[in-house]
């Protein structure tokens, strides 16, 4: 499964729900496959998508929005592994990651990471993650329609393909553009979270 591919199917279960994707491909590419105002893109901001979901997670314990997707590369996550132990800690109910995990750092050529020989799904599950493994479609629409109904954190560990899409346009957006859309959508998704639940 290509990283684009494991997008498509996190796009098609996640319309209402936050999601926090890590720079680089990751976002260029799940902003190719549908561009949204709940995604926040953490463009050049590396290892930070789980720590930034993690603080919105505890942000919506008391609201109607079910879950925030955090978005991680292998990289990505290696640069700050520390967002394993956290979760396991503070144990936010509302926090899935999903892991793309090509063991490699794919802006800068393909270069081996860490994720060769560490398996981070394990990292995950000794830190207290639940953790869901898929490598294929179907096994991630699965592994991902559970994350969202247990209690997290949860981790959906998902071995895809080297390499990246071909043919999909940097994604230049000013930052600040992409965080006041994020903060407008999710200001009004707890809105109607609250409408519904009186
Ligand atoms: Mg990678």
């Keep these: 499964m290509r990283r684009i591919d494991a997008l498509r199917v996190l796009a098609g279960q996640t ?6 994707v890590t720079c680089a ?6 902003a190719a496959v549908a561009d ?4 926040l893109y953490l463009l050049d901001s590396m290892g930070l998508a ?9 942000g919506l314990a008391d609201t109607g929005v079910p879950k925030v997707i955090a978005v991680e590369g ?6 700050n592994p520390n967002v394993l132990p956290t979760g396991g800690f503070l144990r936010p109910e509302k926090l899935v990651m999903v892991l793309l995990d090509n063991a490699v750092y794919g802006a800068t050529a393909n270069l081996p990471t860490y994720a060769e020989d560490i398996d981070l799904g394990l990292l995950a599950e000794a830190s207290g993650w639940a953790v869901h493994r898929a490598a ?3 096994e991630l629409v699965a592994a991902l329609a559970l994350s969202l109904e247990i209690p997290g954190p949860s981790l959906v560990h ?6 990246n899409a071909t043919d999909v346009p940097k994604l230049l957006e000013d930052p600040v553009v992409i965080g006041r859309r994020f903060r407008d959508w ?10 519904v639940l009186a």
Excluded at 25 to 30: K, M
Excluded at 36 to 39: A, L, T
């Design 50 to 58: 789980g720590s930034v979901a993690t603080g919105i997670a505890l």
């Design 158 to 163: 998902v071995h895809i393909e080297a390499g």
């Design 186 to 195: 999710l200001g009004a998704r707890i809105a109607t979270a609250v409408e």
């Design 25 to 30: 491909a990751s976002s260029r590419e799940l």
């Design 36 to 39: 949204r105002p709940n995604h």
């Design 136 to 138: 294929e479609p179907e």
């Design 74 to 79: 292998d990289g990505s996550l290696l640069m």
């Design 15 to 20: 319309a209402d729900l936050p999601v926090v």
